[in-house]
């Protein structure tokens, strides 16, 4: 039987995502990125799931690209390939369409990084890391950090750290808004699965209805957002989430979100 790189639990109703390979600093080798695309094919296809926990084991995130599979496959189709395979593990985190946290314990470098930034909430170790890494190889940024990092801190800073070859302490990454906070080392796993099973009890249908929809804000006229506002809010408040969220604060009470979007239906 295979190794798995990625190993999957559920808690309640959250997915936990966990890159199980330490040994190799949990890079993205092509077995990785199969399982990864698994858990989250996984996520996307079970209603009972209302939240993705991602985070990884030992003492470091992901260290990006497999530095022997790059040394064997760098031939231009060989990479051409490789990047279309995205659409079988980054694209679906990317587009899952519920709230995805993403713990971060140690170095997460180079793609590595890239992966971090796909997800909506991050919390950050206090020994964490965001190292750029690419030009010290000779390679552009890739895993999506060039469409997501100036987007969150900005072009001037984005091309300071990238072309620096820099990094970020935790802390750094907090006060630039990156990782929503720091926590120490030994509470992340529960403090970032708290978190995960805190928007799981929230309206998660619609929370990812929402992700989608400011995935595209950037790109869209201001007039075209407030039409897909206008459309995302008739399918939201045709949700049983808001017929329940409504309900509770007109009874002035707890909203029971996860019942009322009854996962056993399809």
């Known amino acids: 039987m295979t190794e798995k790189r990625v190993t999957v639990i559920r808690d309640e109703s959250v997915l936990v995502i966990r890159l199980s390979n330490p040994e190799s600093r949990n890079s993205l080798t092509t077995e990785l990125r199969d399982d990864l ?146 926590v120490p080392d030994e509470k992340l796993y529960e403090e970032g699965l708290r978190e995960a099973k805190r928007l799981a009890q929230g309206p998660a249908e619609v929370m990812g209805l929402a992700k989608t929809l400011m995935a595209r804000s950037f790109e869209t006229s201001m007039t075209d957002m407030f039409a897909f506002e206008g459309f995302g809010q008739a399918l939201a408040m045709a949700n049983p989430e808001f017929k329940e969220g409504l309900a509770a604060a007109l009874e002035r009470r707890p909203a029971d979100f996860a019942a009322a979007a009854k996962p056993e239906s399809k």
């Not at 926990?53 to 064997?72: I, R, Y």
């Not at 971060?104 to 965001?130: F, H, P, R, T, Y």
């Open 37 to 182: 695309g698994a858990a989250i094919a996984l996520a996307e296809s079970e209603r009972a799931v209302r939240a993705v926990f991602l985070t990884g084991d030992g003492p470091t995130f992901c260290s990006g690209g497999d530095l022997n599979m790059l040394k064997d496959a760098c031939e231009p189709w060989q990479v051409h390939r490789r990047f279309r395979g995205l659409s079988r593990w980054l694209f679906p985190l990317l587009w899952l369409d519920k709230p995805v946290v993403v713990g971060i314990n140690g170095q997460a470098v180079g793609g590595g990084m890239g992966l971090a930034l796909s997800g909506d909430v991050l919390i950050a170790g206090e020994s964490a890391k965001l190292i750029a890494g690419f030009f010290r190889l000779g390679a552009i940024p890739d895993i999506g950090i060039m469409y997501h990092l100036p987007r969150l801190i900005g072009m001037a800073r984005a091309k300071n750290f990238l072309f620096s070859g820099g990094s970020f302490s935790a802390k750094e990454a907090a006060d630039l808004g990156l990782v929503s906070r720091v």
